[in-house]
């Protein structure tokens, strides 16, 4: 019986395409699909195999196991700080600029007077290159002619903000942050807009105040933006590189692990293997993010 | 004393409640607005610190500082940029590259999308899967393979005069449509779900075949789709640092982004010209952004709301 069904159904199927209709399809779903394999996945395995080689990019490709990583892990003194800011990114950026956008959003979508003034000029660092971000905060931070000690004023002993190893991760991060703010931003204000009045009218019926219709009713509806935030949030932070790359090229107390697998396949040691390691580390903590996503828009698809 | 004066307050015969609400409502009001207006000028000061630092010369701003009052104002940083530096060259080969890249991303992903959503294909979650976690991957992770492979691919002199991929823009432009391909997908099949079904079947019942249910029935209606789309990844793309600082060796074929870099002099920077170069590389999208803002904003919000 299914087996008949099942022919049934193949032959309808090719009955709906037309010789002319699959040649489309198999041009315009095979180039795009070709493209994608070439160009992101598989690189991604080949950064993976490359992980476990020492390779220097001409000569024979060594198979020396898990020797990069034992190097990275051990005896490569740039990779703990580097791991450490981009883990700062994250946790400033999801725990500072995104809920601080959020804030700006609920303020926004309170229908305040010039709020298309107030959304426009808060969402205009986000078309920027990240790169200009780094150029324009050198303008700021920097220490003889910088805005900020010109601000205050402190002419004896100028602090260096983007020179001292301490305090420059978090200059740039407040640089980061003023683009992240207003993405964050747009993304919620789209999901309040979307929000059913009926629903908070309801709450204030019920007696719920401002703050408790928000936490308890608004947000929990925002569920889909909150995931999209967060994943957003996870890859800014992972993909990190222009700004330090446009203040210093992510020396001196900016390491990222972005900068250094640059360095090291650009750079005049061309470790081609050694940076595959530290992009491998980088692939490991943003699928386990992208997993996750996926899993729940997967089930979000089955519900439709 | 005033322990004491304090909680006496409120024995004051107490207002009809009406106006007592809208005299607690108008602080309220005015401290939003003092808040979110003093955000916004701390959002907007940073690009006006740019412009005005470009337009003074280096002496006075080293002197004087970034903050302090002008006495020459010129355009003369904008006029070396252009001619000393070459930045009309350098935005050249962001169009070389911004323009196919954007035109290919579109008509291959809208395709994919088209598929995936329209024609209920077997493995379409599969491969929407595919398509939507490569565009999340970082950077970092394909560069490095891609960097050798480009390194090996020969093409022809008329292609490239590296006589390679490598250090060309077929590289960058490649990566780019491979790399951008995802987010397009994802968001053009959301939005192609949302169109009602009868239309192609009808046009199933004519006859129509793939070519044409895509290309004349279900385009036409992805117009404000694709217009968001096409902004958005136009700044994209402009805006790329990454690519063309790995890909392209010659300095002459860089684009606009990447070439900003070399604004900054080996030992000595004229932070004055980085200003103007940063402006100037700032412009196009700033005036892309005010003049097709509702593109923008649907662009980004169209991938995170679902249909």
């Known amino acids: ?304 | 004393m005033t322990v004491h004066i304090a909680p006496a307050r409120p024995t004051a015969p107490p207002a009809p409640p009406a106006p007592a609400v809208r005299r607690r409502l108008r602080p309220g009001r005015i401290g939003v607005h003092a808040f979110l207006m003093a955000v916004s000028l701390a959002f907007l000061a940073p690009l006006l610190l740019a412009v005005y630092a470009s337009l003074r010369p280096y002496d006075e701003t080293s002197a004087h500082g970034y903050f302090s009052l002008p006495r020459h104002l010129s355009l003369d940083y904008y006029r070396q940029a252009f001619s000393d530096s070459g930045m009309t060259k350098y935005f050249v080969n962001t169009m070389i590259i911004a323009v196919p890249g954007v035109l290919v991303t579109l008509f291959l992903a809208s395709f994919v999308a088209f598929a995936l959503a329209r024609l209920k294909m077997r493995g379409g979650l599969v491969l929407l899967m595919l398509f939507t976690a490569g565009n999340l991957l970082p950077q970092q992770v394909i560069v490095t393979p891609l960097y050798v492979v480009f390194n090996r691919i020969p093409l022809p002199y008329w292609m490239s005069d590296s006589m390679t991929m490598f250090d060309s823009y077929w590289a960058v432009i490649t990566v780019q449509i491979g790399f951008q391909l995802g987010f397009c997908v994802f968001v053009l099949a959301n939005f192609m779900r949302t169109l009602p079904q009868e239309i192609l079947e009808a046009a199933i019942v004519d006859g129509a075949g793939v070519w044409t249910r895509y290309w004349r029935i279900t385009l036409p209606l992805c117009r404000p789709a694709l217009a968001a789309l096409g902004t958005l990844q136009f700044t994209w793309m402009y805006n790329d640092f990454l690519w063309a600082l790995v890909f392209i060796s010659d300095g002459d074929k860089l684009p606009i982004t990447s070439a900003l870099n070399n604004l900054r002099g080996q030992f000595f920077t004229d932070y004055n010209l980085l200003a103007a170069g940063s402006v100037i590389v700032a412009l196009p999208t700033l005036v892309v952004f005010l003049l097709l803002q509702r593109h923008f904003i649907a662009g980004l919000t169209l991938g995170s709301s679902k249909g």
């Open chain 1, 1 to 304: 019986m299914s087996f008949i069904s099942a022919r049934r159904t193949g032959r309808r199927v090719s009955r709906r395409f037309t010789g002319r209709d699959l040649a489309v399809l198999g041009v315009l779903l095979g180039i795009p699909v070709l493209l994608d394999i070439a160009i992101v996945w598989g690189p991604t395995l080949a950064s993976v195999v490359l992980s476990f080689t020492s390779w220097d990019g001409i000569g024979d490709i060594k198979w020396v196991g898990t020797q990069n990583y034992e190097n990275l892990f051990t005896n490569y003194p740039q990779f703990w700080p580097a791991a450490r800011h981009n883990l700062l990114w994250l946790a400033f950026l999801g725990l500072v600029a995104a809920p601080f956008g959020l804030l700006l959003a609920v303020l926004i979508d309170r229908g305040v007077r010039f709020s298309r003034f107030y959304q426009s000029t808060l969402y205009m660092p986000v078309v920027l290159s990240l790169a200009v971000v780094g150029f324009i905060a050198q303008l700021i931070f920097s220490r003889d002619q910088g805005a900020l000690n010109a601000v205050i004023g402190d002419t004896k002993s100028p602090t260096d903000w983007l020179g001292d190893p301490n305090l420059n991760i978090w200059m740039v991060l407040l640089a980061a942050a003023w683009r992240h703010t207003g993405y964050v931003m747009i993304l919620y204000l789209a999901g309040l807009k979307a929000v059913d009045p009926s629903l908070k009218e309801a709450a204030a019926i019920d007696g719920a105040g401002e703050a408790q219709t928000f936490f308890r009713i608004v947000f929990p509806t925002l569920r889909p933006v909150n995931v999209i935030v967060g994943v957003i949030t996870v890859i800014e932070s992972l993909r990190a590189f222009d700004i330090v790359y446009a203040v210093n090229h992510g020396r001196n107390g900016l390491e990222l692990l972005s900068v250094l697998v640059t360095d090291n396949i650009i750079g005049e040691a061309s470790r081609i293997g050694f940076g595959s390691a530290i992009a491998v580390v980088l692939l490991a903590v943003s699928l386990g993010f992208v997993v996750t996503y996926l899993v729940q828009e997967l089930r979000g698809e089955k519900n439709r």
